[in-house]
């Protein structure tokens, strides 16, 4: 399986290990900036000057999202 160039770029994973209300408040701030909580990392711990444009899966819809009824 060959990986794309990006996907190269950010192949290494790393566990960072938080508490859940520590969690849900960079997902906030993330949310408000409209970042990714990868993309808020980058920015933050890694020093990016910008966000990298999200490759991938679109976002999962929220459950609290109304959709259309097919008929």
């Known amino acids: 399986m060959e990986l794309e160039p990006n996907t190269l770029e950010r192949a290494a994973g790393y ?7 520590d ?6 701030e993330a949310t408000a900036a409209g970042l990714t909580v990868q993309q808020l ?8 000057t910008k966000p ?3 490759m991938g899966r679109p976002p999962k819809p ?3 999202e109304e959709l259309p009824i097919a008929g």
Request: proline content about 0%; hydrophobic content about 40%.
């Open 62 to 64: 929220r459950q609290d």
């Open 23 to 28: 969690r849900d408040r960079l997902k906030a």
């Open 52 to 54: 990298r444009v999200r």
């Open 15 to 21: 566990c960072f290990r938080m508490s859940a209300e």
């Open 41 to 48: 990392f980058e920015l933050r711990l890694l020093g990016a």
